[in-house]
């Protein structure tokens, strides 16, 4: 920390909470910044300030009651709240992220305390760049942005859908290494269609229906234009978006500024991660697989489009790659005959006869593996899996749809269905599950071990352009980092416990991707991982005098 920043002196620090270190101040600091009286005797350390903040977390029932704490410390002390969440992230990140997030989300308007990131408003049309101005940082580097229009898989639920980019940016800092002083959640306010959150009388949004598509790109490309404007140097995260809306605004600007959807991008890359250890335990390649979606959205369309670039590194033609390909979304089988297929689905509809049944489905293409992006809760009912067992002996099942309720299958149903030779992975992370005398380790196919390095590859490097071939490079990252005991017990992921670490040296793969690309003006460093090491955010207290 430059001390120079330390402007602020007594009550005006302590309310600080990223200049804030409660009873850590040294003496000298109490002296000099007059905070004298104002905290107990004890001069502590931050080890011990963790005990505390452990201690009254046990003292909470549920995780939203945790979620609801740890919003508020990082209300009052930002260091302290990156030291505990990144002291054990096995246990915090489903606290502060996925599935906590999804319940904190529908109660947004409910627990908020403190206001936190942006808020633009369609109703104060023309007004963006006044709004955005109030925002005091001026070396934003990432904005995560979304409109609440489907948020994980709780669809529209308008202004609640804040959480995710405050809930994102908070795994840039301790999951990659961001320091959190250049991140911004902003929340898009266009309404929303869902009658019951804009009939809540704690409603926090804009009460009134989402407009036409039109209007909502006029009203997004005033905003990407005040952000070229007052942050040269940003990159956009566009976060849970309606699925049209998100392959459409990506198409629109991903070629002119820096900017990537998570939704399309990174969860492609993870579901790519997963994919390359799931063939080392089969043995396989890419050209063995048939892939069945089910659920042809954001997700399903990012997850389609990178497998499909895989298939043509592979030496494929176009064609024959997508002929890998089978999508199936609420109105059935995705058929050349279907008249309502957006312009990025139609290349994976297929010459057959329409069908609604999933079963029926999977027995016509007689599939591989079977991802389901559809946002439905069970939809991976016994007798889809066991079809899928039928037809493979080492069927690979991912159920990625979040929250919790909300993957289209359990891992105990995923292995006990299959008798265990399901190679599975979920959205959330569940248990362990022991079945005949043999234990499974399900993965956490999430794109939290993508975006963070990601975005931390772009910090380091001031990259200008996001390519895919970043998220493929990072996918590459994440699965050399699998080890063969974890494979052995069906985990196709990395170990949380070590998320920052692993996040770095993917970072460095992609931050030397980046360079490979020509897509930075900076000089590449000597060594990437050390360089990513020196500029990633630590969670400690710096002296103030
Ligand atoms: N694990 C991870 O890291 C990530 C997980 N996800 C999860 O993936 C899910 C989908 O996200 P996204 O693609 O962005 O959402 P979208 O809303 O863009 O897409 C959902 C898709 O599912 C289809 N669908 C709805 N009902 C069914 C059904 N009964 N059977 C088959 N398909 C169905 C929809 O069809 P239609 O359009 O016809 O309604 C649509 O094609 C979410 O739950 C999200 O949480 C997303 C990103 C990352
Ligand atoms: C994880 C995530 O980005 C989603 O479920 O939308
Ligand atoms: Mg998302």
């Known amino acids: 920390m430059d001390q120079s920043k330390v402007h602020a002196t007594g009550i005006e620090l302590l309310h600080n909470p990223t200049l804030n270190k409660g009873t850590a101040f040294s003496t000298a600091e109490r002296d000099k910044f007059g905070l004298r009286g104002l905290i107990p005797d004890a001069v502590e350390t931050i080890e011990v300030q963790v005990q505390r903040v452990l201690m009254q977390l046990d003292h909470k029932h549920s995780n939203i009651d945790r979620f609801v704490y740890l919003t508020g410390l990082l209300d009052t002390n930002e260091t302290l709240f990156y030291r505990v969440v990144m002291s054990d992230p096995v246990r915090f990140l489903p606290i502060i992220y996925d599935p906590t997030i999804g319940e904190a989300c529908t109660k947004f308007s409910h627990i908020i305390r403190r206001v936190r990131g942006v808020y633009l408003s369609i109703a104060q049309k023309d007004s963006v760049a006044k709004c955005l101005s109030h925002w005091p940082d001026r070396d934003i580097r990432f904005i995560c942005v979304t409109n609440g229009g489907r948020i994980l898989g709780l669809g529209d639920i308008g202004a609640n859908g804040m959480g995710i980019p405050i809930g994102k940016l908070q795994l840039y800092t301790a999951a990659g290494g961001v320091p959190p002083e250049h991140l911004l959640p902003l ?3 266009a309404g929303s269609n869902n009658e019951q959150v804009l009939a809540d009388p704690l409603y926090v949004g804009l009460r009134r229906k989402r407009p036409d598509t039109e209007t909502l790109y006029r009203f997004v490309d005033e905003f990407v234009e005040t952000v070229q404007q007052r942050y040269p140097h940003c990159c956009l995260h566009f976060e849970d978006w309606t699925g049209s809306d998100a392959v459409h605004l990506l198409q629109r600007y991903r070629d002119r500024i820096c900017c990537y959807n998570d939704d399309i991008q990174g969860t492609a890359g993870i579901a790519l991660a997963g994919m390359i250890n799931a063939l080392k335990i089969k043995q396989g390649t890419l050209k063995d697989e048939k892939i069945f979606f089910a659920g042809a959205g954001s997700a399903g369309i990012g997850l389609a489009d990178l497998f499909v670039s895989e298939l043509i590194n592979e030496g494929l033609s176009r064609e024959d790659a997508q002929n890998h390909i089978i999508m199936f979304d609420e109105k059935g089988l995705l058929v050349k005959s279907r008249k309502d297929l957006f312009d990025f689905q139609k290349p994976y509809a297929c010459d057959q006869a329409p069908t609604m049944q999933l079963v029926e489905a999977i027995k016509i293409h007689k599939p591989t593996t079977l991802i389901g992006v559809s946002t439905v809760g069970q939809l991976f009912t016994q007798e889809v899996v066991e079809t899928m067992a039928a037809l493979n002996p080492r069927p690979i099942i991912f159920a990625l749809s979040n929250p919790t309720e909300h993957a289209e299958c359990t891992a105990e149903q995923a292995y006990s269905w299959s008798q265990g030779r399901a190679i599975y992975a979920a959205g959330v992370q569940f248990p362990e599950v022991s079945l005949n005398g043999k234990t499974y380790l399900p993965g956490q196919a999430n794109n939290f071990y993508i975006f963070p390095a990601v975005a931390m ?25 699998v080890d063969q005991a974890l494979l052995q017990k069906g985990c196709l992921f990395p170990p949380q416990s070590q998320i920052l670490q692993i996040s770095f040296n993917t970072a460095a793969r992609v931050g030397r991707k980046i360079f490979e690309l020509g897509i930075s003006d900076m000089e590449p460093p000597q060594d990437m991982l050390k360089f990513i090491q020196e500029h990633s955010y630590k969670a400690e207290y710096p002296p103030y005098c």
């Open 187 to 189: 929340f898009l306010d």
């Open 457 to 481: 590859a772009i910090y380091v490097t001031r990259a200008n352009r996001v390519s895919d071939a970043l998220f493929i490079e990072a996918a590459r990252g994440v699965a050399e980092q």
